[in-house]
């Protein structure tokens, strides 16, 4: 049987369901993977909990810091069971010996309750962030990964992020919120705000859909991307299936198959994406190496603005609080607290 994760509906208030064989028709996690995962709860209030699962890389070494993958699971493996996130390989393949030998990464899969959603939208697909308010679960997947931070050494400049269907929206939803957190995303067939592209230029993205998609319909990913390649998209990537693959909806099978999506997540760290606020009244100076705080020059000047760039002693850019990003890239930036 072929397992479905539906999202027709990314909220409670549309009238358009999905049908349940689609919505719900998820098949088994594979025993040994719930097996190699903690299986943990984060407490939001005194009334409500949040279920979640926590894989914890083998032989960890004492002084080393690790990377982290937030894994989002798509709306038929809602529930409180604390397993059905782990249902589709998309999700449980961050912890599996072929990617940890080379990675060894901390994974953690949350789960959402029945009936509910990482993002709840008055609209159909890609939404509004200012009129779309964070859930009690997303923020409790933010809670997740403050308290395995404290918890556990983990590389703050390798904290990833990936979702599929509903799991892929709550991806487009967190980097929108928490978009200096992550090091890159990989949201499958989801949507997202496009007016929210001058953030999403800033972190490498690698997004998939097939274009025949019945249940999340292709443009909702197709329009992110003609707004992230209009601001610049040089860290966007984006794989568009064909029908021929026969995927429809389940385009996270091929997309997590993809050792090249592999590897391309683990070559990325917050440094080439590090966004930093200038002290107040102050702007980042970027012209000359190293970069130093202080008064931005007349010429080109964006008044208060952030600047994020590809490293340390490489290319770099001012970017004002619009998101607006100058033209002309700066040389030899060397970024400073």
């Known amino acids: 049987m072929r397992n479905r994760t539906g999202i027709s509906n990314f909220s409670k208030h549309l009238s358009i369901l999905v049908p349940a064989a689609l919505l719900f028709a998820g098949g088994r996690p594979d025993a040994a993977a719930v097996a190699d995962f903690q299986a943990r709860s984060f407490r939001i209030s005194a009334a409500k909990s949040i279920p979640y699962r926590l894989f914890i890389p083998k032989n960890l070494q004492a002084g080393r810091k690790y990377p982290l993958m937030l894994a989002l699971h798509g709306a038929g493996e809602r529930g409180n069971n604390n397993t059905s996130q782990l249902n589709h390989a998309f999700t449980n393949m961050w912890a599996d010996d072929s990617i940890q030998k080379d990675n060894p990464t901390f994974v953690i899969a949350p789960q959402c309750p029945a009936d509910q959603w990482w993002v709840v939208s008055s609209t159909f697909g890609n939404y509004k962030f200012e009129n779309t308010p964070i859930t009690d679960n997303l923020q409790a997947v933010f809670g997740i990964l403050d308290a395995i931070e404290k918890e ?93 693959m026969g995927y429809g909806h389940e385009s996270w099978k091929p997309a997590g198959k993809d050792p090249a999506m592999h590897r391309w997540v683990f070559q990325q760290t917050r440094a080439t994406v590090k966004v930093l606020r200038p002290p107040a009244g102050r702007n980042l100076r970027v012209s000359g190496a190293p970069a130093a705080w202080g008064a931005w020059p007349a010429a080109g000047s964006y008044g208060t603005g952030y600047g994020y760039a590809t490293g340390p002693g490489t290319d770099g850019w001012m970017v004002d609080a619009a998101g607006r990003k100058s033209a002309v890239p700066e040389r030899n930036i060397l970024l400073r607290r």
């Open 152 to 244: 556990f050494s983990i590389d703050l400049d390798r904290e990833y992020i990936s979702g599929m269907s509903m799991g892929g929206a709550g991806t487009w939803y967190a980097i929108t919120k928490q978009p200096d957190r992550f090091a890159a995303a990989v949201p499958v067939c989801g949507g997202g705000d496009t007016s929210k592209a001058a953030i999403f230029d800033r972190i490498p993205i690698w997004t998939f859909h097939e274009v025949d998609d019945p249940t999340v319909p292709v443009h909702f990913t197709q329009d992110l991307a003609k707004a992230i390649r209009t601001v610049g998209g040089k860290r966007f990537k984006y794989t568009e299936y064909p029908a021929s």
